[in-house]
């Protein structure tokens, strides 16, 4: 048996899966298998998936019939041959090392899964300075419902055993699917550990579901009602970390207007010392949401997107 399925569920990813696919490639721990889940892309992902096998067989194409992200990622594990199943979306990267950490950890500690640190990028990965922060202890469902440290599906790998048994992912859910996934898997019993270590690189673009906002925040409300299934509710302090997050995501996309003051209002409402405490990321979130609409786009987009 094999240690890694590494799953990728792709849709119309050809401009950025061939460097995901190469950073896997390149890891220093060789023994995984890569699972590439088309979605029913109408670009040339699919040639480029056969064209990557080619070069290294360790890579594979799976078909899912344009049936969305959750049920691409269900296929790969359906599909999959290793002891660990680890998730990759199509536009981010990792670190050569991360497959060699993970293999480690899981060898001395005995938890159900792992994730570390991610960086977050708009066109230079080992230029980013924008790091997430681990946690100590394991990953909770009040934690989950804050500001997610696991932060994108790229940043988690977990036993196979466990992810059968616990948590597939709803095919309903397009938008926080990763993160009502995290709150089953985190109810069933996973025991879930941080690494203080950057694995991964996060692609911060102003397209692709996770660009989204506003849809992002509706996909959140299903995943809440997940938690409450399990005897949790976010209380103000939470929603205003979440509210913080989007206004912070908001300030790395770029996007237009007042979408990240929107947020910083939002949350500010909440739970004002929930969102400003630690002020290097609340009262800084909100200086720079006031901030940013009056700078120019060159300005923004290197202040804030790095």
């Given at each position: 048996m094999i240690k890694f399925s590494v799953i990728i569920p792709c849709f119309n990813a050809i401009d950025t899966l061939a460097e995901t696919l190469a950073s896997i490639s390149a890891q220093?721990?060789?023994?995984f298998e890569v699972l590439c889940v088309d979605d029913g892309s109408t670009?040339?992902?699919?040639?480029?998936?056969?064209?990557?096998?080619?070069?290294?067989?360790?890579?594979?194409?799976?078909?899912?019939?344009?049936?969305?992200p959750s049920s691409a990622r269900n296929t790969?594990?359906?599909?999959?041959?290793?002891?660990?199943?680890?998730?990759?979306?199509?536009d981010d990267l990792w670190a050569p090392e991360k497959l060699a950490v993970l293999a480690q950890e899981f060898n001395t500690r005995n938890v159900d899964g792992l994730f570390g640190r991610i960086a977050f990028f708009a066109e230079t990965p080992r230029a980013s300075d924008v790091l997430s922060t681990v946690p100590t202890g394991a990953l909770t469902i009040p934690a989950l419902l804050g500001e997610n440290p696991v932060c994108t599906m790229s940043?988690?790998?977990?036993?196979?055993?466990?992810?059968?048994?616990?948590?597939?992912?709803?095919?309903?859910?397009?938008?926080?699917?990763?993160?009502?996934?995290?709150?089953?898997?985190?109810g069933g019993g996973a025991d879930i550990r941080g690494i203080d270590q950057t694995l991964v690189w996060y692609r911060a673009t102003p397209t692709g579901l996770s660009?989204?906002?506003?849809?992002?925040?509706?996909?959140?409300?299903?995943?809440?009602?997940?938690?409450?299934?399990?005897?949790?509710?976010?209380?103000?302090?939470?929603?205003?970390?979440?509210?913080?997050?989007?206004?912070?995501?908001?300030?790395?996309?770029?996007?237009?207007?007042?979408?990240a003051l929107k947020y910083?209002?939002?949350?500010?409402?909440?739970?004002?010392?929930?969102?400003?405490?630690?002020?290097r990321r609340g009262v800084a979130t909100v200086v720079a949401s006031v901030v940013a609409p009056m700078c120019?786009?060159?300005?923004?987009?290197?202040?804030?997107?790095?």
């Open positions: 220093t721990f060789g023994d670009d040339d992902t699919r040639a480029m998936i056969r064209s990557a096998a080619e070069a290294d067989p360790r890579i594979q194409l799976l078909r899912n019939m344009d049936k969305g790969g594990i359906a599909a999959a041959n290793g002891e660990i199943i680890a998730f990759c979306d199509a940043n988690i790998a977990v036993r196979t055993p466990c992810l059968r048994r616990i948590a597939k992912f709803d095919p309903s859910v397009v938008h926080n699917e990763d993160l009502e996934w995290l709150i089953r898997l985190v660009a989204d906002l506003d849809a992002m925040a509706k996909g959140r409300a299903f995943a809440v009602n997940t938690a409450r299934s399990f005897g949790y509710a976010p209380c103000p302090k939470a929603e205003a970390i979440h509210f913080r997050y989007l206004a912070r995501r908001a300030l790395r996309l770029d996007l237009q207007g007042a979408t910083c209002l939002r949350g500010l409402r909440q739970s004002p010392t929930g969102f400003l405490f630690p002020t120019p786009r060159s300005v923004r987009r290197a202040v804030f997107a790095a």
